[in-house]
């Protein structure tokens, strides 16, 4: 089941058990920013809320933010994230490539693309300028972090979140795809400190198995990273 929540009169996010996803009106058109996990009728559900002609966007290609994209028959996305949709999900359909720092317009409701890599090469959050708010993905949450796997990799990581934050001047909360909606620009140090002091070692986590892997779950006060076992970490 998916349940609608009013943000603004042309903003909303779509609420599935564990998982979230936006849609934005401007006066021309309208951003779906991903399409859910379980949801298949993203579209339908972003009609009943606007008559604005709707787009999708994908912050990233994992399996819990394209449940819906095989309602459109092209999408935007950042051309580094195509291995991880076509080849590790098995999706098919065209995409768009969108670029950091590209700018959209959904008509008197500039935007703004901004790459947050790390957790996939190709995650994006989207910046809505005059609103002051970051539609972050999965990099910025207080929820579980996914940083197993051949995709992720925590130096890239620390590295999109340093540039972020030197972009904190131009929002002034966060929407995350997980965990708690919104969240403060603050979260940004605290997540960097953190994966920092995974990479040096200073921090370990709980053995779990997820997904046929064994990980380590890392609490770092403000997130839990989902970590590669320290010995098979590089």
Known sequence: MTRTVTIDSRTWSFEEE?????????????LLIDSGMTTRNARELAEELTDKPITLLNTHADPDHIGSNGE???FLMSPAEAA????????????TPVWDGQALDLGARP??????????PGSIGVLDIRDRRLFSGDPVQDGRIFMFGPQREFHAYVAGLRSLQTMTGQFDRLYPSHGSCPVGTELIGRLIDGAEEILAGERTGER??????????????????LCDAREERP
Do not use: M, W
């Open 72 to 74: 459109f028959s092209d």
């Open 208 to 225: 779990l198995s997820l997904h046929g892997r064994s990980i380590e779950a890392v609490d770092v006060g403000c997130a839990v990273f």
């Open 84 to 95: 991880n949709y076509y080849k590790l999900q098995g999706r098919t359909g065209s995409f």
């Open 18 to 30: 564990g998982v979230r996803f936006f849609l934005l009106a401007g006066e021309e058109r309208a």
């Open 111 to 120: 935007l703004r693309i901004v790459a947050i890599p790390g957790h996939t």
